[in-house]
């Protein structure tokens, strides 16, 4: 009896041992293939296994770099200019000029080559801290919310800024540019004409529609341009003696009758005059809404006649 149970134990031992070394003592089969999968490693399905059936979890690698959220400093090379830049780094010309409004807010000065120039990542300000800047300070200077300057910044102490950091400011505006001056007039001798009567303007009233809420006011508060902007958003920048020019650049509709929500372009004052049309009377006078006429951020109405300003025309 012994010398059977040894018999039997030496063969079971040789059996077991021959399924471990030899190839063609595998037993084939979904079952046995995906247990030496699970001991070894390798794919079941979709599901990557590593040794001892350990799921694998790939790796997501990201398809683009993520955009850098410090601005740039460049130095100006030979041929580029404040549009070429602008092109190439994906923002607005506005923006490297508010950036650099010292040396560029006049809008016919253009980079030199060998000028360093403050270039922000995206459209907006970057701005270089000065003593008493705050990220509500900068917030209010260039119109955006307090919180997207903290965020974009990822600012820890957003009420002490260190002097002479660069911030970004995300989608701020800054000042108006400075305008080249404009065409001398040429004189023209004409025949005297009667003074206009006295009552050819109503009385100025003050109040009128409240500034509208149109985003992207790029024209600095209290100005005609400002409120004009306001309530009928445009895609040009400038004085309001340029609007009448600009609007037929951009291909807007512009002549000389007046209709209710035209805007209105004289030469009342040396930078020009921009007003809303609010309505046509039978005679043909016609009544507007403006700002800056009475006095700085003041808005106010009154009946103009025709022939009793300096009228340039009304863009439709």
Not at 159 to 169: N, P
Not at 173 to 194: E, H, L, N
Request: neutral net charge.
């Amino acid at each position: 009896m012994h010398a059977v149970v040894l018999l039997i134990a030496l063969v079971v031992s040789g059996f077991a041992t021959s399924d471990r070394v030899a190839p063609w003592a595998l037993r084939l089969g979904a079952i046995n293939a995906e247990g030496l999968v699970g001991s070894e490693g390798g794919s079941v399905g979709t599901v990557s296994l590593g040794r001892t059936s350990t799921i694998l979890k790939p790796i997501a690698l990201p398809t683009a770099a993520p955009r850098s959220r410090a601005a740039v400093v460049y130095t100006v090379a030979e041929g580029d200019s404040v549009t070429g830049l602008a092109g190439r780094f994906g923002v607005s010309q506005e923006s490297i000029r508010w950036s650099n409004f010292d040396a560029l807010k006049q809008v016919d000065q253009d980079v030199a080559q060998g000028q360093q120039v403050l270039i922000p990542p995206v459209t907006g300000v970057a701005v270089r801290v000065v003593e008493g800047d705050t990220a509500a300070s900068l917030a209010a200077r260039y119109h955006v919310d307090e919180q997207a300057v903290v965020d974009f910044n990822y600012l820890r102490d957003p009420e002490h800024l260190t002097r002479g950091e660069v911030v970004v400011v995300p989608g701020g505006t800054g000042p108006d540019f400075v305008q080249p001056p404009p065409p001398p007039v040429r004189v023209v001798s004409a025949p005297p004409r009667a003074a206009a009567p006295s009552a050819a303007v109503s009385t100025v009233t003050h109040g009128g529609p409240a500034a509208g809420g149109a985003g992207g006011n790029r024209f600095a508060y209290g100005y005609c341009t400002w409120y004009v902007a306001s309530r009928r958003p445009v895609p040009w920048l400038g004085d309001a003696w340029q609007w009448y020019g600009q609007a037929q650049a951009y291909g807007w509709a512009t002549g000389k009758t007046p209709r209710p929500g035209a805007i209105m372009v004289t030469g009342e004052s040396g930078w020009g005059h921009v007003a809303i049309v609010e309505s046509v009377n039978p005679d043909g006078s016609w009544r507007v809404s403006e700002m800056n006429f009475v006095a700085w951020g003041v808005i106010s109405q009154r009946t103009i006649k025709p022939g009793t300003v300096p009228l340039q025309g009304f863009i439709y």
